[in-house]
């Protein structure tokens, strides 16, 4: 990689500092002075910004309680993010794997890593996330079927994939996909006639939302989590 973008990447400096930093003679490659911008470096090379030497972050991978009226981005002028909910100096670099609505609560994970976060997201993935759907109307057989063959969304040319569902109660079902259609969860409900009344992710792939983690609250992701999502 570029020494701007190693430089820039491993301290809070912009590109443009720290080309800046690079041509006034602070960089130094192996104890050597450099003042080109764009020489080659890998991660582990010895660099040192005015005799600090200097690593690249570790990724980082966390999960998240999403609380109900908070919305999935990194920043919003109007609405608070989930963003909102972490202490400052971790937020930077990360990214939301999978959103979720503002009225929709549950598990959402964060990451540095974008090859990570393309695995769970990519509908060329099979990565199923589950979610706890309270309904307005009772849950039949011939609704669930269904769901469990694919349905076909208002203005959508094709169905949803099939998907998975246990039945809970005569009000409240746990609806597993692969998908991430826009709204997709709310719209297949209503597709077999029912309405969705309360939306709850507490799963995805093999990671399950942790109990002990209240609304709002975060916690780093164990080392079986994350490779259980590779």
């Given at each position: 990689?570029?020494?701007?973008?190693?430089?820039?990447?491993?301290?809070?400096?912009?590109r443009r500092d720290a080309k800046k930093a690079i041509s006034s003679g602070l960089v130094k490659i192996e104890g050597r002075t450099c003042r080109k911008a764009g020489t080659q470096v890998m991660p582990e090379t010895g660099i040192t910004l005015e005799g600090q030497s200097l690593s690249l972050p570790v990724e980082r991978y966390l999960m998240l309680h999403k609380?109900?009226?908070?919305?999935?981005?990194?920043?919003?002028?109007?609405?608070p993010t989930v963003m909102d909910l972490l202490p400052a100096?971790?937020?930077?670099?990360?990214?939301?794997?999978?959103?979720?609505?503002?009225?929709?609560?549950g598990l959402l994970l964060l990451t540095t890593d974008g090859q990570w976060s393309h695995r769970i997201t990519s509908p060329r993935v099979n990565?199923?996330?589950?979610?706890?759907?309270?309904?307005m109307e009772p849950m039949d057989a011939d609704a669930i079927a269904q769901l469990e063959q694919g349905v076909l969304l208002h203005d959508e040319p094709r169905p949803t994939r099939p998907a998975s569902v246990c039945q809970l109660s005569e009000r409240v079902i746990d609806l597993s996909i692969s998908e991430g259609r826009y709204h997709q969860v709310k719209r297949m409900l209503a597709a077999v006639g029912n309405h969705v009344n309360g939306l709850h992710r507490w799963r995805i792939g093999?990671?399950?939302?942790?109990?002990?983690?209240?609304?709002?609250?975060?916690?780093?992701?164990?080392?079986?989590?994350i490779s259980g999502l590779a």
């Open positions: 990689m570029r020494l701007d973008y190693f430089i820039a990447n491993a301290t809070a400096l912009s609380p109900e009226g908070v919305i999935s981005a990194t920043k919003d002028s109007r609405q100096e971790i937020r930077r670099g990360l990214h939301i794997a999978g959103r979720l609505d503002a009225d929709t609560t990565c199923p996330k589950t979610y706890r759907v309270t309904l093999s990671v399950v939302l942790d109990p002990a983690l209240a609304p709002g609250q975060y916690r780093e992701l164990t080392c079986e989590e």
